[in-house]
């Protein structure tokens, strides 16, 4: 997309603003991060984010809730600053900061017979600086699929924040016809999606157990990859210590059309919420995750 106007204008200041602020070095953009968490757990949207801990986690006490909520605090505003740092971070600095354990597997099915390799993530860690992948990847082309944000200003500066690692993003309605193509053309190619958002009513086909939950989930990374018989991976971020970063890839099929319908899905699931409980300050849980029931769901399909 490419902002004209008064919105370009504005364009320009943010990005220079940012910039500017990304040219510090991490320690002190964490001791920013710090002083925001002041701010930030103080009033945004803990009423939610307690509610969804609480129920995700009912074994767990109070005090341990509370704990949770302020690891997760401080992750969410170190996620911020980190973003911030990806408008100038270096291409060394990077690769010591956003390794990738095993990668040779997804590496490896990309190079197969079938060129398109999916790489499913949640939010979970750092998942934006999961845009350097390229750099590990070599010759493969590497994509993310994304969902334009309704305000220019910010959907350009983030998707040049995220190309400059030399990837390719994706819009989600463009997601099947531009894969066909690199399919088509054997093009080696790896495709980051995150699919742990809650779907549109209309979107809604398939619910699965999810942290205690009967869950809503996107299908669409299975039913593309059974289309174009491509492979599935899952993306396991760990957090090293503050400021670096670790994703294994761990396989989900090579032969996506032997598994049943949804048994991606179900499996991926699985996967994060096997990372959720693990480590759950490292979730997103400021997102509204269950407010789509399956019993409505059925009202609304009667």
Known sequence: MEVKGAERILYRIVWALLYVVSLLPLRVLYALSDVAYLVVSSFYRRKLVRQQLTECFPEKSLEEIKEIE????????????????????????????????????????????????FMMLGHFGNWEWIVSLPYWAGDIHCCQVYHPLTDDVLDTLFLNMRNRFGGECIKMRQTVRRLIQLNAAHQPTICGMIADQQPRWDAIHHFTPFLGHDTAVFIGTEEVAKKIEATVFYGSVRRVRRGYYECKVIPITLHPNELPDYQITDRYMQLLEADIRQHPELWLWTHKRWTRTKEEWKERQA
């Open 70 to 117: 302020r690891r997760f605090y401080h992750q969410f505003c170190d996620q911020i600053v980190e973003m911030v740092k990806e408008l100038s971070i270096g291409h060394e600095e990077m690769m010591r900061r956003m390794k990738f354990v095993d990668g040779d597997l997804i590496f490896d099915a990309a190079h197969s017979e079938h060129p398109i390799a």
